[in-house]
């Protein structure tokens, strides 16, 4: 009976001990030994983390901007797969999308977002709502497929430039098919919803940054002012301000102008230069005004160039015809003549070409490589039809409503080429009177259907807007709607953003009277990184 119970309790003192040193090897303190593999990683993040946890830093980048950070330990941030976080719009009834990101890991590790020294992990929220109680649900997603989740709350103030007096909102339509719109104002880029609340905006403090912007890879490429040369703006979502030096080759003192555009290997950018020497006016420099298309690389490297001067200068000459006859410079910059007026420049996949707007002239397609004229299409009252070596190229329009004085083309996935037809004639002062082309009551929008084969068109679609807006503005057409941004001269010279059905109705309507929007495209409402 005394061995029975000495075994008894040696067996159960064994069990103690081995069960101690089991538990030892699967601590969730952080300093576990041996195999991991049976961790549950979510227990083993939430162990260490609560709302006490959750830091704000002091110093804001910008309203709409908060970073937010925690403790984490090494081991924690070993199972650690991605961060995201949604900001949820103000109430259940709304229109609006809820805001998504997510930061990978290697997004994170690249970003330097965990400090291993402090065991801490530091992120930006954006995408908030300015002067709110805003209200954001973390996500932390591990290798195992798990997910921790914690709900917290970010006050903001008021942003400088909100102002619900000067914001009108007209809005018929639940469903649009998107939730947040990009929108180049005279101040930088800004992200608004279409409750008409601004999300994001550039830090209004950034000197000369100017409206021209393009939206690659998360970050707004954008252009400095005229006065500016030679440099870019490369703005991340998480207020990171970088500054690009531009080289663009033989075009010294160049100045950025109009739009920005994705090119086949990198951006499409329409510029202003000096002092560069015409090949078609006897190697002499002038000044030469919007009729310089560039394509730089994201560091700012020229990778090609489409000078109009010369592209059609060369063509005129082979004709025999001079080329003064419609191509003037001056030799500085208050006697150069704008007479093609680039604004707006995008490239064709399908034949390697890029497709230009001249407002004074029409719409060129041109070469990407070889740089030939492959058609022209515009008003034929203008004066560039009278001249025999560019009638030679026009495509003539069977149906529809002529471009003129056009902006903001596009290239839909329907095949057609869409464009902001503002319907102003030509104003080049060296142009024959009667060649300065037809003039349009209200703007357009127009979608071109191009036989190239045969040279010839139809107006396939057509909006009549209800504004007289002669110059800037942008359609885009987004799934089957249409993003239409005027600035009408009447009645109150404002910017007002329309977005269309296929079948022309409003959906939705915003007016903004305290800064231009000169453009507008779709934002995202999920961005990963």
């Known amino acids: 009976m005394i061995k029975t119970r000495y075994f008894l309790l040696s067996f159960i003192l064994f069990s103690f001990l081995f069960f101690i040193s089991c538990s030892k090897d699967n601590d969730i303190t952080g300093e576990s030994k041996g195999d991991e593999s049976g961790i549950d990683s979510v227990n083993y993040f939430v162990s260490s983390l609560d709302t006490s946890l959750i830091h704000f830093d002091d110093e804001k980048k910008s309203i709409f901007i908060e970073n937010v950070s925690f403790s984490i330990t090494s081991k924690q941030y070993e199972l650690l797969s991605s961060i995201a976080f949604k900001v949820f719009p103000k109430n259940e009834n709304s229109i609006v999308d809820t805001f998504t990101v997510s930061y990978s890991k290697e997004y994170l590790e690249n970003k330097k977002y965990y400090n291993s020294y402090d065991e801490k992990i530091s992120f930006p929220v954006f995408g908030l709502y300015d002067a709110y109680f805003n209200t954001i649900l973390i996500t932390g997603t591990f290798s195992d497929g798990q997910k921790w989740e914690k709900t917290i709350n970010i006050n903001t103030e008021l942003y400088s430039q909100s102002d619900e007096n000067n914001m009108n909102v007209i809005n018929s339509f639940d469903n649009i098919g998107f939730s947040y719109l990009l929108l180049e104002t005279d101040n930088g880029p800004k992200i608004m919803d279409l409750e008409g609340n601004i999300r994001w905006a550039a830090d209004e403090f950034i000197e000369n940054l100017n409206a021209c912007t393009v939206l690659i890879d998360n970050y707004f490429y954008c252009t400095r002012r005229l006065s500016t040369t030679n440099g870019l703006y ?45 090949e078609v006016k006897g190697n002499v420099s002038f000044q030469k005004r919007n009729s310089v298309l560039v394509e730089i690389d994201k560091t700012g490297n020229l990778l090609e160039s489409w000078d109009m001067d010369d592209i059609i200068g060369k063509c005129l000459l082979e004709s025999g015809i001079p080329v003064d006859t419609f191509i003037r410079n001056g030799i500085n910059s208050e006697n150069a003549m704008d007479w093609f007026h680039m604004n707006s420049s995008i490239y064709d996949k399908k034949d390697n070409s890029v497709i230009i707007s001249s407002r004074e002239n029409f719409v060129i397609k041109v070469g990407y490589n070889d740089k030939q004229i492959k058609w022209i299409l515009g008003d034929t009252t203008k004066f560039w039809y009278s001249i025999d070596t560019l009638r030679h190229y026009a495509i003539h329009l069977n149906k529809g409503y002529s471009n003129i004085g056009q902006h903001s083309l596009s290239l839909p996935d329907d095949g057609s080429l869409l464009m902001y037809n503002n319907g102003e004639g030509s104003s080049v002062p060296y142009f024959p009177s009667d060649k300065l082309g037809e003039e349009y009551p209200l703007a357009m929008i127009s979608g071109y259907s191009i036989d190239e084969e045969n040279s010839t068109a139809e107006e396939s679609f ?20 249409y993003i239409v941004t005027s600035i009408p001269v009447q009645p109150d010279y404002t910017s007002v953003v329309d977005i269309y059905d296929a079948n022309k109705n409003v959906l939705l309507q ?15 409402s999920v961005l990963n990184f």
């Open 462 to 481: 057509n909006i009549e807007l209800p504004y007289y807006s002669p110059n800037m503005s942008s359609v885009q057409k987004k799934g089957d709607k």
């Open 234 to 278: 490369k703005l991340g979502l998480d207020g990171q301000i970088d500054t690009i030096s531009v080289n663009c080759g033989d075009y010294p003192s160049a100045a950025f102008h109009h739009e920005m555009n994705k090119g086949p290997e990198g951006i499409l950018i329409e510029i202003n230069t000096r002092n560069i020497s015409s």
């Open 510 to 524: 915003i007016k903004n009277y305290n800064y231009f929007s000169i453009r507008s495209y779709s934002f995202p």
